[in-house]
């Protein structure tokens, strides 16, 4: 099984920067290769994509609304996968959740994909 662990949400002023890290771990973490992604979710509202990269990290890619201001990057060693969030809008505000899934190449953008979830971390950005 698939165990992660969100950290780094917080509140933080607009035009603020974040940094969010997901640790994974569990056999099936260090058995296969896994792509990973970040999504979001703003009360009301439905679970949106954000963010994710391939398992070699040679390919990621990012929703509409964060392009040019979030990088997702990943450390295979510390089985650890990172959001860097900058220039952050109010409109960014909500629960930030990491997800996984066996995937050796590529990543996908459809939150049904993904087989793994973490509990989630609150950001929360002030205007």
């Known amino acids: 099984q698939v165990q992660l662990v969100e950290s780094g949400g917080g509140l933080v002023q607009a035009g603020g920067s974040l940094r969010l890290s997901c640790a994974a771990s569990?056999?099936?973490?260090?058995?296969?290769?896994?792509?990973m992604a970040w999504f979001r979710q703003a009360p009301g509202k439905e679970r949106e994509f954000v963010a994710a990269?391939?398992?070699?990290?040679?390919?990621?890619g990012y929703g509409d609304s964060v392009k040019g201001r979030f990088t997702i990057s990943r450390d295979n060693a510390k089985k650890t996968v990172y959001l860097q969030m900058n220039s952050l809008k109010p409109e960014d505000t909500a629960v930030y959740y990491c997800?996984?899934?066996?995937?050796?190449?590529?990543?996908?953008?459809?939150?049904?994909?993904?087989?793994?979830w973490g509990q989630g971390t609150q950001v929360t950005v002030s205007s």
């Open positions: 997800a996984a899934n066996r995937a050796p190449y590529g990543y996908s953008v459809d939150r049904r994909v993904y087989d793994y």
């Open positions: 569990g056999r099936t973490v260090s058995a296969y290769a896994m792509a």
């Open positions: 990269i391939s398992w070699s990290g040679d390919s990621a």
